[in-house]
């Protein structure tokens, strides 16, 4: 054969036979790192992956991806204190997302619209029955998910209705009955056997429930209240605060006072301090142990009120003393005139635990004719017996069970939590997958994966936007029913949910794509099993790692290549 | 029969919503700005061009005998010849009546010093033709000598820093003023870092019948020391640095700039390569070389009107904005 010298022939050819992969040392790969949303959701939502869907404007993918974790948007976007939105790194940059507003729109948009509950299809024949004992949202929220498993719900419940604390003390300026009624009955509808007027304790005992279910999940809230004095005394006809709001949404009366001292640092408190000051009293001072929000205060030492709730307190002319207690009552007679304050924080004893220490020196006295204690709740022990700690709750794992009950599941308030709506949902949710694992002979799986941090992300690839509020019902027009916060229009909630920076995951945005001197990225048709609709073409990719650092939204990591 | 992983990704790759003119497999270095200026600009362009290819990076590295990375008629001209070669092609198919458009491409040296007078004389003879000088600011294909493209300053192995001077003594030629002389219809400089902004100035240029210049502004991590995922990051700050305007001229009147909205000091840019670390030594020399950088893009800032405008989609901070489904802009 006649040989031709190099160059002088050739079969034309295209670079693609060149693998340049070879060169490389470093991986790019799709990450889906937590959202810091979702990461501080105690519900264990992804609201980057439901704001993605609203992105796209599919309201109705974004509230099925929502109800995957917490069937209640319509009353969590109410009054969830939302640690999405402290968490949110846009937070950073100019205002956090406003999640809770856009969850609201999508919970109503479902109530609206009557959307079908995902995922849950009828149990099969013969599926194990699990008991749930309250129907608060701890006890909502276990049936809804044992649902979603293919097993068989039974809630019991001592009042008369479903919905516990939501129905019986959250005042109606902040949750609507009308929303509340209507969510909690699609949830029911979904398959969930309620039975009303059914009392652990008075109706049936533990053990005639456990004999017939396969476990037990127990979400009985706090209904009863610590026991307060001051100084051992305690004036006469004294009601604690949940009482008075109960009563108050039962018949619409509280007590008549002029000055009002409440007692209490919680949600109770500021929600009976801003009944009383609607209702005539002159002035209402809320008396806490713990600090106001701020720099200056451990986020363990806060007051537990909803910020936004905080915010409209004290603009309706609630006086807050914190890091302050009642020493002393002053009495004429049997009637209260007066209170004395003192002073005090959270020290470090000794022995490295954390102790209440009061200073002398620092006492006032505030007139008063009222004193409302709201110092917290714990579980009333009926039909419990030895489950209830001497802290007053019940004791479960971090999946809820029991110790020393295979069959037993707890959670919710009467575990002691945070107590938070959202935190109740994600105790039912994560029971419901430890329950429905046990039943199936498994081990739950649930991975948790890392938190993304600002730092991260590609932030040139963002512009400042202002945030979208929903409009707040002015003082003057504030009553015992009109809703305060008011709803979000479509166009707002388009607006709010784009300046989501999708922390963690594809934000679809075609940087990579766009930017990859190889064209090692690949834009294509369906969608990748990483949820993105890219992907890598190793054989080219050199492992510049310029679109790593070029992703928005830190969905792109480098990672040795494997040998 | 069933797909292997490779079949699927080559029948994945073909289906692209997008046409390719640079293929895969170039022997380009990892992030290099050239070849992603390239890819950007055959991709608008589209296949129903010719290429006129001038020696250097862009060149070599698509080309290694006999693989060819482009997916569209190609010549490999001369270093200094480039816009001679795409004239002729021009006035050949314009002969032949035929509408394909071409495009003339070379780096820094081959269009700010040896292949200057052929493109000059393009566009004196108003050839129909986009010259698109894909500039790295340094002849890198023989290693990293400095051209009349490379700033003033700046390390190239021709003009190292030391006792006599602080790297290049010369300043960066402004090649876009001198284009604009010949009153074409049309010139601009882009970057990189704005890719929407670079092939919408594409799309216009080949738009235009006669002759259109585009200078793309090109990091290359190894000739400018940096690493190449940092090759936008660097792009975007000589941009928003003023160091790098961008800006149209249209009949040798400069039509319209991208704005700054925030101008970030010349030391943010300098600090990521290693071709300025010289002017971060503790001495006099290298404070006084910083400033003069400094002024410099203050000169642009001032000469194109940079600054002034309230924020705007399309400002140094606007552009590059993406949401969901793509660029804003
Ligand atoms: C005034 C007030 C305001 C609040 N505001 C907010 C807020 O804005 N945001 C927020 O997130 N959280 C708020 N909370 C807290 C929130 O309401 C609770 O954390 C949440 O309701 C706890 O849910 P749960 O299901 O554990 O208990 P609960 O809601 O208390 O429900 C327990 C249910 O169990 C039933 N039950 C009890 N014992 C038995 C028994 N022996 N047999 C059968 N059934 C039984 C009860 O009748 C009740 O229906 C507020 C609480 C109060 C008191
Ligand atoms: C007339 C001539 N002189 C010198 C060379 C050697 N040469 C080949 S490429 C090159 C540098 C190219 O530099 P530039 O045009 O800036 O392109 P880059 O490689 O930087 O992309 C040189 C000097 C040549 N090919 N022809
Ligand atoms: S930009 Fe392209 S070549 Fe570089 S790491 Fe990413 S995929 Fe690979
Ligand atoms: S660069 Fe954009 S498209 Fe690519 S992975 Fe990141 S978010 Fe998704």
Redesign the pocket.
């Known amino acids: 054969m006649k040989q031709l010298t190099r160059g002088a022939w050739g079969e034309p050819g295209s670079s693609l036979a060149c693998h340049t992969g070879s060169w490389r040392d470093l991986r790019p790969g799709h990450e889906h790192a937590a959202a810091p949303c979702h990461a501080a959701c105690p519900a264990g939502e992804d609201p980057q992956y439901w704001l993605a869907a609203v992105q796209e404007g599919d309201h109705r993918r974004a509230w099925e991806r929502l109800v995957a974790a917490n069937p209640l948007p319509a009353i969590t976007g109410r009054v969830c204190p939302h640690p999405c939105e402290q968490r949110c790194n846009r937070g950073h940059y100019d205002t956090a997302i406003g999640i809770h507003g856009i969850e609201r729109f999508l919970g109503d948009a479902a109530l609206a619209a009557g959307w079908d509950y995902p995922g849950i299809v009828g149990p099969p024949a013969g599926a194990p029955r699990v008991a749930v004992v309250g129907a608060g949202p701890a006890g909502i929220s276990v049936a809804y998910h044992l649902l979603r498993h293919g097993l068989v719900p039974v809630v019991f419940e001592a009042a008369p209705e479903a919905g516990g604390l939501l129905r019986s003390a959250i005042p109606m300026t902040r949750l609507p009955r009308a929303v509340l009624d209507a969510e909690l009955e699609r949830v029911l509808a979904c398959g969930i056997g309620l039975h009303t007027r059914q009392a652990l304790g008075r109706d049936f005992s533990l053990d005639e429930l456990r004999a017939e279910h396969a476990a037990l999940f127990l979400a009985p809230g706090c209904a009863r209240s610590r026991p307060w004095d001051v100084q051992g005394v305690i004036p006469a006809g004294t009601r604690d605060g949940l009482d008075l709001l109960k009563s108050w949404i039962d018949v619409g009366e509280v007590p008549a006072a002029r000055r009002v001292v409440v007692h209490g640092g919680g949600n109770t408190a500021m929600d009976i301090a801003r009944v009383m000051k609607r209702h005539g009293a002159e002035e209402v001072h809320l008396v806490t142990a713990s600090g106001l929000p701020g720099p200056q205060t451990a986020p363990d030492d806060v007051l537990n009120i909803v910020p936004r709730e905080l915010e409209e307190g004290l603009e309706e002319g609630i006086v807050i003393h914190p890091h302050a207690t009642l020493s002393r009552v002053l009495l004429r007679g049997a009637r209260i005139v007066g209170v004395e304050l003192v002073a005090l924080r959270k020290l470090e004893r000794a022995d490295g635990r954390r102790a209440r220490v009061a200073f002398e020196g620092t006492e006032r006295i505030l007139q008063a004719d009222l004193v409302i204690p709201c110092i917290g709740e714990q579980v009333d022990p009926a039909g419990l017996g030895a489950l209830v700690q001497r802290s007053g709750f019940l004791r479960v794992d971090a999946r809820g069970g029991v110790a020393g009950a295979c069959d037993l599941y707890a959670g919710g308030d009467a575990c002691g939590n945070i107590g938070t709506v959202a935190a109740a949902v994600g105790d039912g949710r994560r029971a419901a997958n430890a329950i429905a694992a046990r039943l199936a002979g498994a081990e739950p799986s649930e991975r948790p994966r890392t938190e993304i941090g600002i730092e991260r992300l590609n932030l040139n690839y963002f512009e400042p936007r202002p945030a979208r509020r929903a409009a707040v019902l002015p003082v003057a027009e504030r009553d015992d029913l009109c809703e305060i916060e008011g709803s979000l229009d479509a166009a707002a909630v388009a607006d709010e949910a784009g300046r989501c920076f999708a922390c963690g995951n594809c934000l679809a945005c075609d940087n990579c794509w766009v930017l990859c001197p190889d064209a090692a990225v690949l834009k294509i048709a369906d969608t990748a099993s990483d949820g993105s609709r890219y992907v890598f073409d190793y054989d080219y990719c050199k492992g510049c790692g310029l679109c790593a650092s070029e992703c928005p939204s830190g969905f792109i990591a480098m990672r040795p290549e494997p040998e | 029969m069933d797909e292997s992983p490779r079949q699927l990704i080559a029948r994945q790759r073909e289906a692209e919503p997008r046409y390719r003119g640079l293929e895969s497999g170039h022997r380009a270095c990892q992030g290099c700005g ?1 070849a992603l200026a390239a890819r950007l600009v055959t991709e608008v362009a589209g296949g129903d061009v010719v290429v006129a290819n ?7 590295f698509t080309t290694p005998w006999p693989q060819s990375a482009w997916r569209m008629p190609w010549m490999h001209s ?3 010849n480039a816009a001679a070669i795409a004239s002729d092609i021009e006035a050949a198919l314009r002969h032949q009546q035929r509408p394909t458009k071409v495009l003339a491409f ?6 700010f ?3 200057f007078q052929a493109l000059s004389g393009m566009l004196e003879r108003e050839h129909d033709v986009l010259y698109v000088c ?1 500039d ?1 600011e ?5 290693g990293i ?1 400095r ?1 009349s ?1 490379t700033p003033h300053a700046a390390m190239t192995t021709t003009s190292p820093p030391g006792r006599e001077r602080m790297g290049k003594r010369h300043l960066k030629k402004d090649l876009l003023s001198i284009i604009g002389a010949h009153h074409i219809p049309y010139a601009a400089s882009a970057s990189v870092a704005y890719p929407r902004d670079l092939q919408r100035k594409v799309r216009r240029a080949l738009e235009i019948s006669g002759p259109t210049f585009l200078l793309v502004h090109s990091p ?1 991590p190894l ?1 400018w020391g940096h690493g190449g995922e940092r090759t936008i990051e660097v792009g975007r700050l000589a941009v928003q640095t003023g160091l790098f305007p961008l800006v149209e001229i249209e009949r040798g009147a400069v039509t319209a700039v991208m704005p700054l909205r925030v101008p970030r000091p010349v030391s943010e840019y300098l600090a990521l390569q290693g071709r300025f670390r010289h002017l971060f030594a503790d001495e006099p020399r290298a404070r006084e070389e910083l400033e003069h950088l400094q002024a410099l893009a203050d000169h642009n800032i001032a000469v194109y009107g940079l600054l002034g405008g309230a924020p705007d989609a399309l400002d140094a901070d606007g552009a590059d904005t993406v949401r969901r489904g793509g660029a804003v802009a």
């Not at chain 2, 001038?54 to 070599?60: I, Q, S």
């Not at chain 2, 070379?106 to 269009?111: C, E, K, Q, S």
């Not at chain 2, 340094?138 to 023989?142: C, L, R, S």
Request: contains cysteine; proline residues 0%; glycine residues 22%.
């Open positions: 050239e001038a020696t250097g990076c862009l060149e070599v001369l270093f200094e070379g780096g820094d040296g081959g269009t010093d040896i292949g894909y790295n340094a002849y890198m294909n023989t000598q051209s493209s290359c000739g």
